[in-house]
């Protein structure tokens, strides 16, 4: 891949990483918990969730801000 090639990958790229674990639980019959962290590599931003629909709702405005648009869906 080219110079040019390599600088338009970055320009149109964003980096997130997540971590994903199961909390265990002290009391006995209590379900584990899924927990989980998603951090944005370029802010730094990082947010701790319980609900792993909140890694979408965390990349969205960073894509959007980089000019993605989603269609809505009907539910």
Known sequence: MGKSSSVLLEDNTAA???RVWLEQREVEG???VWRGCIEHVASGRTKYLTDLD???RFIRPVLEAMGVSFAERAE
């Open 54 to 56: 909140e890694i979408a």
């Open 30 to 32: 209590v379900p584990v």
């Open 16 to 18: 997130f990483i997540v």
